[in-house]
């Protein structure tokens, strides 16, 4: 089974600044991880993903994320924020051979002027 | 060239009645999804269909019922309709396995019931 923990359910940073979100999961199997992006009254794009290879992945508009299997987490980084990244993130697993997207609880990113 | 539609966007009715919400994918997905989030934003999966075969079925009302009549559709038809299923419902496809894994969703049906 997979499960996914979203430290933090809002998250404000000052445009310019450093954009730090955290995911944690569990997951029996190698899994597959995701990151995706919430817009309001929009649907769900995906930012990056992690499948195999190179633990460090790199996304759209500017973000990133680091597998990190020791710690069992999926952070996602952004180096200076900007006012149009404000929206809801999204971390989700999926095992391999699994047949589900299993979503964290979301984590609303602000931006201060 | 819309990769995910759903229709409609909004969706309000009143408590009692049945609706229907239809999903079209273009992208050649085998695996189609229904998840529903809530007030919270919390998405949950409702359902997933595999070349047109139901492959996941949670714990959802039986007033929920799902119909795939081929690979790039999957609708969703709610009878009896209740306060509590005011939410949005977002439809989803993916390539069930290989690399290619990341589920790409429609814009969502937001339905509230009154």
């Known amino acids: 089974a997979q499960s996914v923990t979203q430290l933090g359910s809002h998250v404000s940073v000052s445009e310019g600044a450093l954009v730090l979100l955290r995911c944690n999961y569990s997951?029996?199997?190698?899994?597959?991880l995701f990151w995706y992006v919430q817009y309001p009254n929009q649907g769900l794009q995906l930012l990056l993903k992690y499948t195999t290879g190179a633990t460090l992945v790199k996304g759209i508009n500017g973000f990133e994320a680091e597998f990190k299997k020791s710690e069992t987490s999926f952070h996602l980084t952004k180096p200076s924020a900007h006012m149009s990244d404000a929206a809801e993130y999204f971390c989700?697993?999926?095992?391999?051979?699994?047949?589900?997207?299993?979503f964290g609880q979301g984590t609303r990113l602000t931006i201060n002027p | 060239d819309t990769a995910v539609s759903q229709t409609p966007k909004y969706l309000v009715t009143q408590m009692g009645n049945d609706k229907s919400i239809k999903c079209e994918q273009n992208l050649g997905h085998d695996t189609m999804y229904w998840y529903k989030q809530d007030s919270k934003k919390f998405l949950k999966i409702m359902f997933s269909?595999?070349?047109?075969?139901?492959?996941i079925n949670e714990t959802v009302p039986n007033r929920f019922s799902p119909k795939s009549p081929d690979k790039a559709h999957l609708n969703l038809h709610i009878n009896s309709l209740e306060l509590g299923d005011s939410a949005v419902y977002f439809c989803?496809?993916?390539?069930?396995?290989?690399?290619?894994?990341?589920?790409?969703f429609g814009q969502g049906t937001r339905l509230t019931v009154v």
């Open positions: 989700a697993v999926r095992g391999q051979g699994a047949q589900k997207l299993v």
């Open positions: 989803a496809s993916s390539r069930l396995r290989g690399g290619d894994t990341e589920a790409f």
């Open positions: 997951s029996s199997v190698p899994p597959y």
């Open positions: 269909y595999n070349n047109k075969e139901l492959i």
